[in-house]
Nanobody, 118 residues
Framework: QVQVVESGGGLVQPGGSLRLSCAAS????????MSWYRQAPGKERELVAT??????TYGTFVKGRFTIPKNNAKNMVYLQMNSLNPEDTAVYYC?????????????WGQGTQVTVSS
């Protein structure tokens, strides 16, 4: 059974750091493009970071503050967020995507809330 489970969200002060975790089961993260998205109230979901195929891409708003490390042995992906500001407040979602031989596998977690506030 495929599962994508995020954890690590919470309340953090401006300028602080937070590490989100994404635990995958039922598939192998090293074979997928693993991404983090976020959605703030009243806004569309936006890409935060993607890692796959030997490359990493970040949203323009990241500006060097976030990284998306993987641990293939644990089948997990993380989002390390530094220098957080209130505009980073959102629900953060983990996504796994693979397109192979015309078949698309697209898995989402339930999301984890990140609130940046003093």
């Amino acid at each position: 059974q495929v599962q994508v489970v995020e954890s690590g969200g919470g309340l953090v002060q401006p300028g602080g750091s937070l590490r989100l975790s994404c635990a995958a089961s039922g598939f192998t993260v090293s074979l997928y493009a693993m991404s983090w998205y976020r959605q703030a109230p009243g806004k569309e979901r936006e890409l935060v970071a993607t890692s796959g195929g030997g490359s990493t891409t970040y949203g323009t708003f990241v500006k060097g503050r976030f990284t998306i490390p993987k641990n293939n042995a644990k089948n997990m992906v993380y989002l390390q967020m530094n220098s957080l500001n209130p505009e980073d407040t959102a629900v953060y979602y983990c996504n796994a995507l693979r397109r192979r031989n015309g078949v698309v596998n697209d898995y989402w977690g339930q999301g984890t809330q990140v609130t940046v506030s003093s």
